[in-house]
């Protein structure tokens, strides 16, 4: 009983924001893809976690690879229409590298909340106690550069 409210509240949440719940089995297959792309691009010791809700045709996969000595932490998206798996992962470094992921989660989450589809992200500046990115980002079919920046906790998302 509590596994269905929880679902129930899942759903009702999901619609207000514009996400959909992801299916165990649409789950399974962005891991799939993801992982996959991930191995096509060099990377090894694969962690993966689907997220609960997916934005339109969109599924938000969190990763951890390796490649070489070095470890990438990050997100891929696995588009269900188009079937294309695209990696967004940073390397880690072992100062504060939490901060830098949350920013680039929560300018990531601004961009989408907006209804923009996030084709890439550049890499993470930090400018004093502020965190900064450029996003690819593409809505109905044109192309935008988003200019985000994260501090205190909050991301500010400004559209080019």
Do not use: K
Not at 46 to 70: C, K, L, Y
């Amino acid at each position: 009983m509590l596994a269905l409210r929880g679902l129930a509240l899942s759903v009702a949440l999901g619609a207000l924001i514009g996400c959909t719940p992801v299916p165990p089995r649409v789950a399974e297959r962005a891991e799939e893809e993801c992982r996959a792309e991930a191995r096509a691009e060099g990377f090894r010791q694969i962690e993966t976690e689907v997220s609960e809700v997916g934005f339109g045709d969109q599924v938000i996969v969190r990763m951890r690879a390796r490649r070489g000595d070095r470890d990438y932490r990050g997100t891929c998206s696995w588009d269900r229409e188009r079937r294309r798996a695209r990696l967004d992962l940073a390397r880690v470094d072992d100062r504060d590298d939490w901060l830098e992921t949350r920013a680039r989660d929560a300018c990531r989450e601004e961009a989408v909340d907006r209804g923009y589809e996030i084709r890439g992200t550049s890499d993470v500046r930090r400018v004093g106690d502020t965190i900064r990115l450029t996003l690819d980002l593409r809505r109905r079919g044109r192309s935008y550069e988003g200019y985000c920046r994260y501090q205190d906790g909050e991301a500010r998302l400004e559209i080019r």
